[in-house]
C-alpha cells in the first residue's frame, strides 16, 4: 500500500514551496507567507490543480483508447500517426477545436447557449472530487460520496436540456428531449442497482464500499444489479446503442448541432469524463477498487501507486467493455429504449435488491457466492 | 453467418441472443484484426513495394487485390527526350489541352527540338498521348504520387519527365506495330509548287523532293514560276503527325487512302 495520498503529496508540495519562498523574505512577510493556513489554501489549490490535471489527462487518454480499440474491432488501426502510436492525435484535435471560431445561431438565447456546455463540463468534473482512486487518494472521507457522485452525474442533462433549447434549432430540441426522456427511464433502475451494493456493503462510502469488496468483489453475487447499472451507465453517458439524443443518423448531431469550435469540445471532453466516471463507477462498486483478490501475489500488488495502477487497468478495461458493446450493437429506437428501461430494467432491479437482501441475510447462495456479513 | 438469412434462420426474437450474437462477431473480428487489421499504412507501407508483398500478401496467405505489377496502370508519363521527334501528336490528341510543346536543347536553330510539357492540374490520365506517340518515348508509369505545394510545380517539364523515365519504373506497353489500313498522306500535284516546306519540317524526314520533268512551255505563255520538284512520301517511315498538311502553303497534301 502507497504511503504517500493525495493530501500529503499537496501538502508536503505546497509546504516546501511557501518555506522556500519565506526563506528569502524578510521577517513579516516570511511570517505571513509561512502561516499554516496559507499553507493550507495553497495545498488546497494544489490538489484541485492534480485533480484536473489528471482527470482531464485521463479523460484524453480514453479517447485514444476508445479509437484504438475501435480501430481494431472494424478491422483499421485507429490513430496512429501523431505521437507514438497516435497518443498525440487527440491533442492535435483539441488544439485544432481550440482555434476554430465559436459562432452563435441568430436566434439562440446567448445565456444558455454559453451556460450550457460550461455547466455540463464543469458538473462533470466536479465528480471527480468525490471519486476514491486509491487508499487515500480521494478528496474527502464523506459518509455519502456515492449518493453525491450519483446526484452530479445526473445533473448533466438538465444543461444539456438548456443547452439544446437555447440553441432554437429543432434537432438541437429534440436531442435535448430524448435527452431528457432517457434520463428519467434510466436514472431509476441505476439507483435501484446502487441501492443493493448499498445493501450489501452497509455504506454509502465509496471507500467504504470498496474495502467490503477485499475478500469478494461484488460483481459475482450482485451480477443482475452489475447488468442493470452497465446498461444504466450506457444510457447515462449517452453511447451507443443508446446514443438517441446525439443520434447522427437522424438528428445531424442532436443537442450539439450548433456548437462549433471550443464549445464543442467542451461537450465532448464532458461526454468522456462522463464514460470515465462511469466506468470508474463500475470498478468501484463491483470489481473491487484498487483492491486485488488475495491470490494474486504479493509482489504485484504492493509496488508504490499499485492501487492506483490496478485501478487504472480496471477501469481502462471497463471502458474498453464499453466500446466492445458500441463496436456491436446498432442503435435501439426510442420506444425500445423507454419500454427497456421501465418493462426490463426496474423488475431487475429490484429483484437485484431482493437478492442482496437474501444474500445479507443468508451471507452465501449457490452459484452467485458469498458476501462478506454486515456488522458481523 | 455468412449465409444469407432464409425464411427459416430468422434473427433471433431472443433479447440474450439479441445482444450476444452480434457481441462474439465482433469479438471474433476483434481477435482476427489484433494480428493485422485489414488497412495499409500508405506512406510506410506501399502496394507496389516487392518487399511489402513477400511480407504481408505472401507470409499472411491473404491476397491482397490489386498488388501486382500494374502494366497498365497510368500514372505520371515518362518522356525519353533522346527518341523524341517533335511530331506533336501527343498535344493534338490530348482532349484536355494540358500538352504544351516547349523547346528542349539538341535541336538545330533553324528547327528547335520541342517536347511535351504536361500540366497535371489539368490532366485525365486517359492516356490518349502515350498510344498517340509514335516513337514509344512517351509513356505512362505507376507513379501515382502528385502532391505538390505549389500549383505551378503542377506542370511538368520536359527534363522533369524525362527524370521520371530514368527510374525506370515499369511503363505502359508502347505500341509499334501500325494499322495496316491507316490513311496516308497524299499529293494532289496541279497545285504543289515545289517549296519544300514538308520535307523541312517532317519531324522523321520521311518526306524527299523529287525532280519532276519540266514541261515545255505553249507558245505564247509564259512559263509558270516555280521550282519543279515534289514531295514524295515514305509510307513506312511515315508517323501520320500531319505536320507537312500543316504547313503547305498550298493546301495540296490531304489525307487519303491510298491505291
Known amino acids: ?376 | 453467418m455468412a449465409s444469407p438469412i432464409t425464411a427459416k434462420e430468422k434473427p433471433s426474437e431472443n433479447p440474450i441472443l439479441f445482444v450476444a450474437r452480434p457481441m462474439a462477431t465482433a469479438a471474433r473480428q476483434f481477435a482476427k484484426s489484433l494480428i493485422r487489421p485489414a488497412t495499409i499504412v500508405y506512406p510506410y507501407e506501399r502496394l507496389e513495394d516487392p518487399t511489402f508483398r513477400d511480407r504481408v500478401a505472401v507470409a499472411s496467405g491473404r491476397p491482397i487485390g490489386v498488388g501486382h505489377v500494374w502494366d497498365n496502370y497510368r500514372g505520371v508519363h515518362a518522356l525519353n527526350i533522346a527518341t523524341c521527334i517533335s511530331c506533336n501528336l501527343c498535344a493534338f490528341s490530348c482532349p484536355d489541352l494540358c500538352i504544351e510543346m516547349v523547346t528542349v536543347p539538341g535541336g538545330d536553330p533553324k528547327h528547335p527540338k520541342k517536347c511535351p510539357e504536361i500540366d497535371y492540374g489539368k490532366c485525365s490520365y486517359c492516356g490518349f498521348c502515350s498510344d498517340a506517340c509514335p516513337e514509344g518515348c512517351l509513356t505512362m508509369t505507376t507513379r501515382y504520387e502528385l502532391s505538390v505545394a505549389r500549383r505551378a510545380e503542377m506542370v511538368y517539364s520536359p527534363e522533369k519527365l524525362y527524370d521520371v523515365f530514368r527510374t525506370k519504373l515499369p511503363m505502359n506497353p508502347i505500341r509499334v506495330e501500325r494499322p495496316a489500313n491507316e490513311d496516308a498522306i497524299l499529293l494532289d500535284p496541279p497545285l504543289c509548287i515545289g517549296c519544300n516546306a514538308c520535307s523541312r519540317d517532317c519531324p522523321t524526314q520521311c518526306i524527299t523532293m523529287l525532280d519532276i520533268p519540266k514541261p515545255a512551255a505553249k507558245p505564247g505563255e509564259k512559263q509558270t514560276k516555280r521550282i519543279w520538284k515534289e514531295p514524295v512520301i515514305n509510307d513506312s517511315d511515315c508517323v501520320r503527325c500531319g505536320t507537312c498538311i500543316s504547313v503547305c502553303p498550298k493546301e495540296c497534301l490531304f489525307w487519303g487512302t491510298r491505291k
Not at chain 1, 445533473?155 to 436540456?161: N, S
Not at chain 1, 443547452?163 to 434549432?169: F, H, L, Q, R
Not at chain 1, 447488468?227 to 443508446?242: D, K, N, T
Not at chain 1, 443518423?249 to 465532448?268: K, Q
Open chain 1, 1 to 376: 500500500m502507497a504511503s504517500a495520498t493525495l493530501y500529503s503529496v499537496s501538502d508536503g508540495l505546497a509546504s516546501a514551496l511557501l518555506h522556500a519562498l519565506g526563506s528569502v523574505l524578510p521577517g513579516p512577510a516570511r511570517a505571513a507567507v509561512t502561516n499554516p493556513n496559507v499553507i493550507v489554501g495553497l495545498a488546497v489549490l494544489i490538489f484541485a490543480v492534480i485533480l484536473l490535471a489528471a482527470s482531464m489527462l485521463n479523460t484524453i487518454l480514453l479517447i485514444w483508447w476508445e479509437r484504438k480499440l475501435l480501430g481494431r474491432f472494424m478491422d483499421r488501426r485507429g490513430a496512429m500517426h501523431v505521437g507514438f502510436a497516435g497518443l498525440l492525435q487527440n491533442f492535435a484535435d483539441g488544439l485544432k477545436l481550440f482555434r476554430k471560431n465559436t459562432f452563435q445561431p441568430q436566434e439562440a438565447d446567448p445565456l444558455g447557449f454559453y451556460t450550457g456546455p460550461c455547466a455540463y463540463m464543469v458538473t462533470s468534473l466536479i465528480i471527480f472530487g468525490v471519486l476514491p482512486i486509491s487508499s487515500g487518494w480521494n478528496a474527502g472521507t464523506l459518509p455519502l460520496t456515492l449518493l453525491l457522485a450519483l446526484a452530479i452525474f445526473s445533473f448533466a442533462p438538465l444543461f444539456i436540456f438548456v443547452s439544446a433549447w437555447s440553441s432554437n434549432n429543432k434537432y438541437s430540441l429534440m436531442g435535448g428531449m430524448r435527452s431528457a426522456a432517457q434520463m428519467i427511464a434510466y436514472e431509476v433502475p441505476i439507483l435501484l442497482a446502487v441501492v443493493a451494493v448499498i445493501l450489501v456493503a452497509g455504506s454509502f462510502n465509496l471507500t467504504t464500499i470498496v474495502y467490503e469488496q477485499q475478500n469478494y468483489w461484488f460483481w459475482g453475487p450482485l451480477v443482475v444489479a452489475l447488468i442493470v447499472f452497465v446498461a444504466g451507465m450506457l444510457a447515462e453517458m449517452e453511447r451507443i446503442p443508446f446514443d438517441l439524443p446525439e443520434a447522427e443518423a437522424e438528428l445531424v448531431e442532436g443537442w450539439n448541432t450548433e456548437y462549433g469550435g471550443m464549445l464543442f469540445a467542451f461537450f465532448m471532453l464532458a461526454d468522456y469524463l462522463r464514460a470515465l466516471v462511469g466506468s470508474i463507477l463500475v470498478v468501484l462498486l463491483f470489481l473491487g477498487g484498487w483492491t486485488m483478490p488475495t491470490w494474486v501475489p504479493g509482489a504485484l500488488t504492493s509496488f508504490p501507486l499499485a492501487g492506483i495502477f490496478w485501478f487504472m487497468v480496471k477501469t481502462y478495461t471497463v471502458f474498453g467493455l464499453f466500446v466492445w458493446v458500441r463496436a456491436s450493437l446498432p442503435r435501439v429506437r426510442t420506444d425500445q429504449l423507454l419500454r427497456v428501461g421501465w418493462n426490463r430494467m426496474i423488475p431487475l432491479s429490484l429483484l437485484s435488491i431482493f437478492l442482496a437482501a437474501v444474500l445479507v441475510t443468508v451471507k452465501c447462495l449457490p452459484l452467485l457466492g458469498c458476501v462478506p456479513g454486515v456488522g458481523s
